[in-house]
């Protein structure tokens, strides 16, 4: 494969790796209940951390930061699943283990492994990343087609919470 061939297609598996998280988050903000609010800022902020931290140091996967930023998203998928009980919260917090794994053996070997010019641990963090993409968007979907369904029936005898803070409203 020739050198431009490798430019063209890391630009695509980049652009995709950054831009995907952030059109996932985005749209998880715009259409999903406050669960999938919260979910999509935490990791939101989680992308940008970690790409910030990426410019201000240079390089590609600072492992430091990462396992810090991934450290506190799963923690706080774990708060999100025990407060808001959702099944995809706890999918998520489950792949953000599997992602911290993957960290701890970078921490402790020196070099990463290549299998056929492909460095595995930046391809698991890319379909970790992508897991956690379609869970969130799952979810965001889930919660649609529950206003939709709510929608068509007429009032549930348990609405869709709309806010964290309703149940303390109304009693």
Same mark, same amino acid.
């Given at each position: 494969?020739?050198s431009?061939?490798r430019?063209?297609?890391?630009?695509?598996?980049?652009?995709?790796?950054?831009?995907?998280?952030?059109?996932?988050?985005?749209?998880?903000w715009?259409k999903g209940?406050?669960a999938?609010r919260?979910?999509?800022?935490?990791?939101?902020?989680?992308?940008?951390?970690?790409?910030?931290?990426?410019i201000?140091?240079?390089q +590609?996967t600072p492992v !430091?930061?990462?396992?810090?930023?991934?450290? *506190? %998203? /799963?923690?706080g998928?774990?708060?999100? #699943?025990i407060?808001?009980?959702?099944?995809w919260?706890?999918?998520?917090m489950?792949?953000?283990?599997?992602?911290? +794994?993957?960290?701890? !053996?970078?921490?402790?070997?020196?070099?990463? *492994? %290549? /299998?056929?010019?492909?460095?595995?641990y #930046?391809?698991?963090l890319?379909?970790?990343?992508?897991l956690?993409?379609?869970i969130?968007?799952?979810?965001?979907? +889930?919660?649609?087609?529950?206003?939709?369904?709510q929608r068509?029936t007429?009032? /549930?005898?348990?609405?869709?919470?709309?806010?964290?803070?309703?149940?303390?409203?109304?009693?």
């Amino acid at each position: 494969m020739t050198s431009e061939a490798r430019f063209i297609i890391n630009a695509i598996v980049v652009g995709i790796g950054e831009l995907l998280p952030v059109a996932t988050c985005l749209f998880a903000w715009f259409k999903g209940g406050w669960a999938e609010r919260l979910g999509a800022g935490l990791y939101g902020l989680s992308v940008l951390g970690t790409a910030g931290v990426e410019i201000l140091t240079g390089q +590609a996967t600072p492992v !430091t930061a990462e396992l810090f930023f991934d450290t *506190a %998203v /799963a923690v706080g998928f774990l708060v999100l #699943a025990i407060r808001f009980n959702n099944l995809w919260l706890g999918a998520v917090m489950m792949v953000k283990g599997v992602q911290l +794994a993957v960290h701890a !053996t970078r921490l402790t070997d020196g070099e990463d *492994a %290549v /299998a056929a010019g492909v460095n595995l641990y #930046a391809a698991s963090l890319n379909l970790i990343s992508l897991l956690i993409c379609l869970i969130l968007a799952g979810g965001a979907f +889930a919660t649609m087609r529950k206003r939709a369904k709510q929608r068509a029936t007429g009032p /549930a005898k348990a609405p869709l919470r709309e806010s964290p803070t309703a149940a303390l409203r109304h009693g």
